[in-house]
């Protein structure tokens, strides 16, 4: 194993689309949505020069157990892992719905993946990247893609061309997932089928207290499909170049609506990009 230090991107995603349904036997709640990778990254950096394995994250203080030690644990029970230094310098704000955490333990399945591709399968990286989260194993596929089941039924699909631009605001507040989900469960709603062509939809901005009064002022702004991602608390807006995307920025933070990010959409090849310096 000749490579020292491997840097994995981790692209953050946005849902175009997010349909919850009712609990079902087992107790877990199916979903239909779309994905979509975005340039709004963490970085992970791996170092094989080191006498064991550890993990230190930067930017944000996560708790000692998270996605990342648990993709490693549950790595370690197909094969012998190499030791590893892990560095993640995070960027992208934590309970915003935008899938750090998720994409965080998919770099290290990848990166796994790549340092021993006869030892740990394809098949092996997704079972371990579903055992870990419901998001997880989209950040394997990248790119643009349809989830079915419990998030781990992909479908790849073509990546936008040419590609969009994207407003994300993370207001100053945060919602709990599991919360959202009981608020969902308190109500009666329908299962949205995928819709037949693009059309912004989540379910979560039925039950969420406020923040909806941001998404409008995001299409009011010029954002196509404005909308919430995941369960929130981080919105969006599309847009068809960078100078929409820049001059609906500045009225977000004039009108001081939250934090912002304006980035591209990223296509399949470009959202799993793994480099050997």
């Given at each position: 194993?000749?490579?020292?230090?491997?840097?994995?991107?981790?692209?953050?995603?946005?849902?175009?689309?997010?349909?919850?349904?009712p609990k079902d036997s087992v107790g877990y709640h199916?979903?239909?949505?779309?994905?979509?990778?975005?340039?709004?990254?963490?970085?992970?950096?791996?170092?094989?020069?080191?006498?064991?394995?550890?993990?230190?994250?930067?930017?944000?203080?996560?708790?000692?157990?998270?996605?990342?030690?648990?993709?490693?644990?549950?790595?370690?029970?197909?094969?012998?892992?190499?030791?590893?230094?892990?560095?993640?310098?995070?960027?992208?704000?934590?309970?915003?719905?935008?899938?750090?955490?998720?994409?965080?333990?998919?770099?290290?399945?990848?990166?796994?993946?790549?340092?021993?591709?006869?030892?740990?399968?394809?098949?092996?990286?997704?079972?371990v990247a579903q055992a870990v989260g419901s998001d997880?194993?989209?950040?394997?596929?990248?790119?643009?893609?349809?989830?079915?089941?419990?998030?781990?039924?992909?479908?790849?699909?073509?990546?936008?061309?040419?590609?969009?631009?994207?407003?994300?605001?993370?207001?100053p507040y945060s919602y709990s997932t599991p919360e959202?989900?009981?608020?969902?469960?308190?109500?009666?709603?329908?299962?949205?089928?995928?819709?037949?062509?693009?059309?912004?939809?989540?379910?979560?901005?039925?039950?969420?207290?406020?923040?909806?009064?941001?998404?409008?002022?995001?299409?009011?702004?010029?954002?196509?499909?404005?909308?919430?991602?995941?369960?929130?608390?981080?919105?969006?807006?599309?847009?068809?170049?960078?100078?929409?995307?820049?001059?609906?920025?500045?009225?977000?933070?004039?009108?001081?609506?939250?934090?912002?990010?304006?980035?591209?959409?990223?296509?399949?090849?470009?959202?799993?990009?793994?480099?050997?310096?």
């Amino acid at each position: 194993m000749s490579t020292m230090v491997l840097n994995v991107s981790c692209p953050a995603k946005i849902n175009l689309f997010l349909a919850v349904g009712p609990k079902d036997s087992v107790g877990y709640h199916p979903l239909r949505t779309i994905f979509q990778a975005i340039d709004l990254h963490d970085e992970v950096t791996i170092n094989l020069n080191s006498d064991r394995t550890f993990v230190e994250f930067f930017g944000i203080q996560i708790p000692e157990n998270n996605t990342v030690t648990k993709a490693l644990r549950l790595m370690a029970e197909f094969t012998d892992l190499p030791k590893m230094a892990i560095r993640v310098a995070k960027r992208i704000p934590i309970m915003a719905g935008l899938g750090g955490g998720s994409s965080n333990a998919a770099a290290i399945i990848r990166a796994v993946r790549h340092l021993i591709p006869e030892r740990f399968s394809e098949l092996d990286a997704f079972a371990v990247a579903q055992a870990v989260g419901s998001d997880v194993p989209f950040f394997l596929v990248g790119g643009k893609a349809r989830g079915e089941g419990y998030g781990e039924k992909l479908t790849p699909l073509p990546d936008p061309r040419p590609a969009k631009w994207v407003l994300v605001v993370k207001p100053p507040y945060s919602y709990s997932t599991p919360e959202m989900y009981a608020k969902l469960d308190s109500v009666s709603y329908h299962f949205e089928e995928f819709p037949e062509s693009d059309r912004q939809y989540n379910d979560f901005e039925r039950v969420i207290c406020h923040g909806n009064d941001v998404i409008e002022r995001i299409g009011r702004f010029g954002g196509q499909m404005p909308g919430l991602t995941g369960s929130g608390s981080a919105m969006f807006g599309v847009f068809d170049s960078e100078e929409e995307a820049r001059k609906a920025e500045g009225y977000v933070k004039s009108e001081d609506l939250g934090d912002t990010w304006v980035v591209k959409m990223l296509s399949r090849e470009e959202s799993l990009g793994i480099q050997t310096p």
